[in-house]
């Protein structure tokens, strides 16, 4: 590990392709454990193996009392040579949506756009090294871009909404409706492989996740959102390796998956706000842990944070919640309740103005479905918070203007989008927060600068918005001095001056 400058807050890494990375100040104990695991490849340049440290399975901790740190470390031989800055969603394989890339501040009009009429973008995209930007589409277009927006490729992978790719080695993972997994080369969009997974993949934003021994995804539907199974492939040939069914397990299903991929095992949750390890040998229950009650729902996924803790969000009876629960045994650590729905993923790390771990998260329920009529309605309030990642304390919020449309901003009978009502979030390398108000349309990045636990929206030091005029349902993807969002209706980079 090379140290960053102090400033920066952070530990790059010099190995892999930065997917995974020990992510910021998590406590000096953790940081001295770090020091000396590492010692022996302090000058490691990433092309080999990484000396003195060994997979979970080789060093014989099958019986899961393996702490967090071993878990993080041992990943480091699993992967590939190359860099990217966002390869899925949420920055990295453990989703935490936390970046040591530093965005712009504060947003502007974009440097440039992308809209062809009638195109709807649902997904998230991806940024490489070079900050290439790839997408899917709801047409089943898989797209990539340069960093200027001149398109580089453009593939028909399936007939409809192919979702949430993942960048890994020099090629893009994705898939689409037709019930397909792909394998598309980065460079040039050419066809590696393509495997069957079920008969018909959900509607849903689920992100493709991949390392460098796997691949995992949804498989089958529940109607047009949600899959009863998730499926393990090997990531060589996408051939199954194997199946675990959510539905028969435990009567529910996932929607808009994006899972934790550790060395040994994976972690996701289901639309009740269950969480689940399973293990990545053979897809046995590792730990279950179910959603608050029968009744409750979510449209969120998982975050794991360098703590050692997975965190969720969740809404039962017209309130919400945001747990943490520890990776290794599935026992929750703390819950916090809110007056309104939680159905984002949250993000963790670490935040500007404030020297511990948060976790950040929009709160409220989604605008609804665009109609030919006007039907009496409230106005949609929302909030984003900054709360301790380890007891859940709030140490900021934000509240945008109110969004007086019974549906989302851009969302027509025409052309419809249905986000939730925020955006997942992701943290910049300088601590400053981005997320989509999805419901007004308005991209945000936020500071509290002055640590009064509030981002004021009159305070241009603490908040920057741009109205993009349509919703956004996947978090910003970021590269350093890049933001890059996809609404519905057009894609556009903001780019630091």
């Not at 966002?86 to 992308?114: C, E, H, I, K």
């Not at 309030?381 to 019974?406: H, Q, R, S, Y």
Request: glycine share 12%; hydrophobic share 35%; aromatic share 10%.
């Amino acid at each position: 590990l090379k140290p960053r400058s102090a400033q920066s807050r952070a530990i790059e890494p010099v190995y892999g392709t930065g997917s995974y990375r020990v992510d910021r100040m998590v406590g000096m104990a953790l940081f001295s454990q770090l020091l000396l695991t590492t010692a022996a490849f302090a000058e490691y340049d990433g092309n080999a193996a990484c000396p003195g440290v060994l997979p979970v399975h080789d060093a014989g901790l099958e019986d899961q009392s393996v702490t967090f740190l071993q878990l993080a470390l041992s990943r480091v031989n699993k992967e590939p040579t190359g860099r990217y800055w966002y390869p899925g969603r949420a920055v990295d394989t453990n989703r935490s949506g936390s970046s040591s890339a530093v965005g712009p501040f504060p947003l502007s009009t974009p440097a440039w756009q992308f809209e062809v009429p009638g195109l709807n973008f649902h997904q998230t995209p991806c940024i490489d090294h070079l900050s290439n930007v790839y997408t899917g589409s709801d047409a089943g277009k898989v797209f990539s871009f340069d960093k200027f927006g001149q398109k580089r490729w453009e593939v028909q992978a399936g007939t409809r909404s192919c979702q949430n790719p993942f960048l890994l080695d020099g090629v893009l993972y994705t898939s689409c409706r037709d019930g397909e997994a792909i394998a598309h080369e980065m460079d040039t969009g050419k066809e590696i492989w393509r495997t069957r997974v079920s008969d018909a993949l959900p509607g849903d934003t689920y992100s493709m996740g991949a390392t460098g021994d796997y691949l995992f995804m949804p498989a089958g539907t529940a109607g047009n959102i949600g899959s009863p199974e998730v499926v393990l492939l090997n990531r060589a040939d996408g051939s199954i390796r194997w199946r675990y069914n959510v539905a028969a397990k435990t009567g529910t299903n996932t929607v808009n998956l994006a899972a934790c991929l550790f060395d040994d095992s994976v972690v996701f949750s289901d639309v009740a706000g269950g969480i689940y390890r399973l293990s990545v040998d053979d897809g046995k229950v590792i730990w279950y842990l179910p959603g608050e009650t029968v009744d409750s729902s979510t449209l969120g996924g998982v975050s794991c944070g360098p703590n050692g803790l997975v965190y969720n969000g969740y809404a039962v009876g017209g309130r919400g919640g945001v747990q943490a629960v520890d990776i290794v045994t599935g026992v929750q650590k703390w819950v916090q309740h809110f007056s309104d729905e939680v159905h984002n993923a949250p993000a963790v790390g670490m935040i500007r103005g404030y020297d511990k771990l948060a976790v950040i998260f929009g709160m409220g329920k989604p605008t609804g479905a665009p109609l030919p009529f006007e039907i009496p309605h409230k106005p949609k309030n929302g909030t984003v918070f900054a709360a301790d990642a380890e007891t859940g304390e709030t140490l900021w919020t934000f509240e945008p203007p109110p969004w007086t449309e019974f549906a989302c901003a851009g969302s027509t009978m025409q052309q419809v989008c249905m986000p939730d009502l925020f955006s997942g979030a992701t943290i910049g390398g300088d601590g400053t927060v981005y997320i989509n108000w999805s419901a007004g349309g308005i991209t945000y990045a936020l500071r509290d600068v002055n640590g009064d636990g509030r981002c004021d929206l009159d305070d241009p030091a603490e908040v920057s918005g741009y109205d993009l005029q349509s919703a956004a349902t996947g978090p910003p993807a970021i590269a350093p001095g890049m933001l890059f969002v996809n609404t519905c209706r057009r894609l556009a980079a903001f780019v630091a001056a």
